[in-house]
């Protein structure tokens, strides 16, 4: 007993040392300096008007996240890839901060590697979205898929959970704060919650669904929907995804979908993994089995009545 | 309580609790089917009013339920509701012989109704199930639904809410099947009307079954 519990505490430590390491090679050796200071809360310097050294508190939005950023699709990048090559020199000139960065399509526009992720024709969705609309040019790719953590959650990963709170937290960043929230829009937040009493579950529904099931329009062609609509033309049809035909299929589980196709069971794949959704989940088996209890119970009823008017 | 060929077999407090009771279980099976196969092309009712009025019902059920259980615990009906398991098949079978045959030759019933035996071992044994098995798994997992937190997220891989979701629509698919066939029975006897009469008015009348 006591040598299987080594073990197994030896395996996890090993897993951990790994995963650790995994993530440590993840990231290019020529950040190391960059990252030196940007996951610090503070940074030092040799003031040049003071001759000595200083110590200050390093701007929060400048600190990184190591492990997240590990994580993310841009892990093996170089700082200098997207940040000037100037920013090499430290103290760094403070006019680099004005420089324009690049946006996704300077990378991934018209990439044969990336043609599967279609970025033209999100770029085209987007341009009908409702932020697109109000904030044109300013609301950038980045406001919502941080380039320093992002993943491809949705295509990525097995766990439908995983794939809404990511989700959620994307437009969550400025929908629940403020502060974010005004960097594009004079108004305060909208207040979530009083808009949404209407749904029932309210906090089900935010746990399960991701906002964009009913906040875009679907385009079957792409993974994420990015057509964000107005609040007037958000879905609010219960039946479009309580039902058979569920509205869910094509988006939330459409991934989960295509995957289960090709590699599991599909039974494996729904009741693992597939929230239940009052109306979407009819099982062909159980509504046959429940039909043909129905009808025998009709036609014993039947011959019952028949034999009893037969036999008065 | 007897007068003449008439016995007091349904006190105003149970005949209170069966009204509601099958009022709230229509409402619930009618919601219930509404949900459970809506659709944007047809729907019986707002999908939304479908939903509250299913909560509500179920709600006034679940209280229904304990009045009906306590009810039998505090008068003496529940002595009804007694199974002796011994003979249990036999007496089963003659029922269901009755039922099946002897009805029609007009043979008398093989367990007549009286003031010591209100259900025959059929309705017994039926009534049992649907009042102790199916109506309080119905009331558990719905009011897990209706408060979801409640729930085991995951029982091995499977979502806990799933579990209860399809225990939930197959007890219920099964109280609707007791319901008509219930209703059914109940018409048996001298008149088809004779018994849904006594359920109103408490009395149930002896001469012919």
Same mark, same amino acid.
């Given at each position: 007993?006591? %040598?299987?519990?080594?073990?197994?505490?030896?395996?996890? @430590?090993?897993?951990?040392?790994?995963? !650790?390491?995994?993530?440590?090679?993840?990231? %290019?050796?020529?950040?190391?300096?960059?990252?030196?200071?940007?996951?610090?809360?503070?940074?030092?310097?040799?003031?040049?008007?003071?001759?000595?050294?200083?110590?200050?508190?390093?701007?929060?939005?400048?600190?990184?996240?190591?492990?997240?950023?590990? !994580?993310?699709?841009?892990?093996?990048?170089?700082?200098?890839?997207?940040? !000037?090559?100037?920013?090499?020199?430290?103290?760094?000139?403070?006019?680099?901060?004005?420089?324009?960065?690049?946006?996704?399509?300077?990378?991934?526009?018209?990439?044969?590697?990336?043609?599967?992720?279609?970025?033209?024709?999100?770029?085209?969705?987007?341009?009908?979205?409702?932020?697109?609309?109000?904030?044109?040019?300013?609301?950038?790719?980045?406001?919502?898929?941080?380039?320093?953590?992002?993943?491809?959650?949705?295509?990525?990963?097995?766990?439908?959970?995983?794939?809404?709170?990511? /989700?959620?937290?994307?437009?969550?960043?400025?929908? @629940?704060?403020?502060?974010?929230?005004?960097?594009? @829009?004079?108004?305060? #937040?909208?207040?979530?919650?009083?808009?949404?009493?209407?749904?029932?579950?309210?906090?089900?529904?935010?746990?399960?669904?991701?906002?964009?099931?009913?906040?875009?329009?679907?385009?079957?062609? +792409?993974?994420?929907?990015?057509?964000?609509?107005?609040?007037?033309?958000?879905?609010?049809?219960?039946?479009?995804?309580?039902?058979?035909?569920?509205?869910?299929?094509?988006?939330?589980?459409?991934?989960?979908?295509?995957? %289960?196709?090709?590699?599991?069971?599909?039974?494996? /794949?729904?009741?693992?993994?597939?929230?239940?959704?009052?109306?979407?989940?009819?099982?062909?088996?159980?509504?046959?089995?429940?039909?043909?209890?129905?009808? +025998?119970?009709?036609?014993?009823?039947?011959?019952?009545?028949?034999?009893?008017?037969?036999?008065? | 309580?007897? /007068?003449?060929? #008439?016995?007091?077999? =349904?006190?105003?407090?149970?005949?209170?609790?069966?009204?509601?009771?099958?009022?709230?279980?229509?409402?619930?099976?009618?919601?219930?089917?509404?949900?459970?196969?809506?659709?944007?092309?047809?729907?019986?009712?707002?999908?939304?009013?479908?939903?509250?009025?299913?909560?509500?019902?179920?709600? *006034? *059920?679940?209280?229904? =339920?304990?009045?009906?259980?306590?009810?039998?615990?505090?008068?003496?009906?529940?002595?009804?509701?007694?199974?002796?398991?011994?003979?249990?098949?036999?007496?089963?079978?003659?029922?269901?012989? =009755?039922?099946?045959?002897?009805?029609?030759?007009?043979?008398?019933?093989?367990?007549?109704? /009286?003031?010591?035996?209100?259900?025959?071992?059929?309705?017994?044994? %039926?009534?049992?199930?649907?009042? =102790?098995?199916?109506?309080?798994?119905?009331?558990?997992?719905?009011?897990?639904?209706?408060?979801?937190?409640?729930?085991?997220?995951?029982?091995? !891989?499977?979502?806990?809410?799933?579990?209860?979701?399809?225990?939930?629509?197959?007890?219920?698919?099964?109280? @609707?099947?007791? +319901?008509?066939?219930?209703?059914?029975?109940?018409?048996?006897?001298?008149?088809?009307?004779?018994?849904?009469?006594?359920?109103?008015?408490?009395?149930?009348?002896?001469?012919?079954?």
């Amino acid at each position: 007993m006591r %040598s299987s519990f080594l073990f197994l505490l030896l395996m996890l @430590s090993v897993g951990i040392s790994q995963k !650790s390491q995994a993530q440590e090679k993840a990231l %290019s050796p020529e950040n190391d300096l960059c990252i030196k200071c940007h996951t610090h809360q503070t940074f030092t310097f040799q003031n040049t008007l003071t001759k000595k050294e200083d110590k200050r508190m390093m701007n929060p939005l400048y600190i990184l996240d190591k492990d997240h950023f590990a !994580s993310g699709v841009h892990a093996k990048f170089k700082c200098t890839d997207c940040h !000037s090559a100037d920013y090499t020199t430290y103290p760094h000139n403070a006019e680099l901060k004005l420089e324009p960065l690049s946006t996704c399509l300077d990378c991934h526009g018209g990439d044969e590697k990336y043609a599967a992720y279609q970025f033209e024709k999100i770029d085209e969705e987007f341009q009908k979205s409702v932020h697109y609309q109000k904030s044109g040019e300013s609301f950038t790719c980045s406001k919502c898929h941080n380039q320093h953590y992002y993943q491809a959650k949705s295509r990525t990963s097995y766990v439908v959970d995983d794939i809404i709170s990511f /989700s959620n937290e994307m437009c969550m960043s400025c929908h @629940s704060n403020n502060t974010k929230f005004q960097l594009l @829009s004079d108004t305060l #937040k909208p207040a979530l919650a009083q808009i949404h009493a209407w749904l029932p579950n309210q906090e089900l529904h935010f746990k399960n669904v991701r906002c964009i099931e009913c906040h875009t329009q679907v385009v079957d062609s +792409l993974s994420v929907s990015h057509n964000i609509l107005p609040k007037e033309k958000a879905l609010k049809n219960c039946v479009e995804c309580h039902s058979k035909n569920s509205m869910l299929e094509a988006s939330l589980y459409k991934y989960k979908n295509l995957q %289960s196709r090709s590699q599991e069971g599909k039974l494996n /794949s729904i009741i693992s993994n597939k929230s239940y959704v009052i109306g979407a989940y009819q099982n062909d088996w159980l509504n046959r089995i429940s039909i043909i209890i129905f009808l +025998l119970a009709l036609t014993g009823i039947c011959i019952h009545v028949v034999l009893r008017i037969i036999k008065k | 309580m007897t /007068s003449e060929n #008439k016995i007091y077999f =349904y006190p105003i407090w149970l005949r209170i609790w069966h009204g509601v009771n099958a009022l709230g279980i229509l409402i619930l099976i009618f919601t219930g089917i509404n949900m459970q196969f809506s659709s944007p092309k047809f729907e019986l009712m707002n999908f939304e009013l479908a939903v509250n009025l299913h909560n509500i019902a179920g709600i *006034i *059920i679940s209280f229904n =339920y304990l009045f009906f259980f306590f009810g039998n615990m505090l008068t003496n009906n529940h002595k009804y509701y007694r199974l002796k398991l011994k003979g249990l098949m036999k007496r089963l079978n003659l029922q269901i012989g =009755y039922y099946t045959s002897g009805m029609f030759k007009h043979e008398q019933p093989p367990f007549p109704l /009286s003031e010591k035996r209100k259900f025959n071992p059929m309705q017994k044994v %039926s009534y049992l199930v649907a009042m =102790y098995f199916f109506v309080p798994g119905l009331i558990i997992t719905g009011l897990a639904l209706l408060f979801p937190e409640l729930i085991i997220e995951k029982v091995y !891989s499977v979502s806990g809410i799933f579990m209860t979701a399809i225990f939930h629509a197959s007890l219920g698919f099964l109280v @609707s099947i007791f +319901l008509i066939v219930h209703l059914y029975v109940a018409s048996i006897g001298k008149h088809p009307l004779k018994n849904y009469k006594s359920m109103i008015n408490g009395y149930h009348d002896l001469s012919g079954h």
